[in-house]
């Protein structure tokens, strides 16, 4: 796991985390966000389109202060070139998220790999393992990847 994001996550999730609660919901915005940072660095080419769809997520729809933002966003950029674990952010989705909020999610993670009209074969293969690991059905998989597609990545 990136250490830093990994510092990050432990500052600002309760260590005792394992049975997550739905009142958690700003622990698991986090933990989504941090997913939507690395399928940001997937590609070689990160753009300005695809910042701006992980930022307005993380401010907007996860409802991170612009600090926390900020942080998160600087944290997943200096620790690109360390190995990636999703495991504990996964996990704590696919137990603190109804199946609706998963589907949500991977939408998201859709929308940041459409945000430059190009979706490589390592963007594809990090949401679809993703929303294996969350617990997202593979019908729900392609319907959310066709909502974005078709509705382009700033409709999530």
């Known amino acids: 796991m990136l250490g830093a994001i990994q510092r990050f996550f432990d500052g600002r999730i309760d ?3 394992r049975d997550v609660r739905p009142s958690d ?3 698991l915005q986090v933990a989504t966000g941090a ?7 997937t590609d070689v080419d990160c753009t300005e389109g695809e910042r701006e769809v ?4 993380l401010r907007n729809k996860f409802e991170l202060t612009p600090e926390e933002t900020h942080d998160l966003v600087e ?9 990636i674990d999703h495991y504990q952010f996964t996990t704590l989705i696919k137990t603190g998220f109804s199946p ?3 589907r949500k ?26 929303a294996n690991l969350i617990g997202v059905s593979h019908k729900d998989f392609i319907e959310a990847k066709l909502r974005v597609r078709d509705g382009g990545a700033r409709s999530v």
């Open 25 to 27: 919901s700003h622990c």
């Open 75 to 83: 944290l997943a950029e200096a620790e690109a070139e360390e190995a």
């Open 100 to 102: 609706e909020q998963k």
């Open 35 to 41: 997913l939507l940072i690395e399928m940001m660095r």
């Open 15 to 17: 260590p005792g985390h």
């Open 105 to 130: 999610v991977v939408e998201y993670l859709w929308a940041v790999a459409y945000a430059d009209e190009n979706v490589d074969k390592h963007e594809e293969y990090l949401v679809r393992k993703i």
């Open 54 to 57: 992980v930022v307005t997520a």
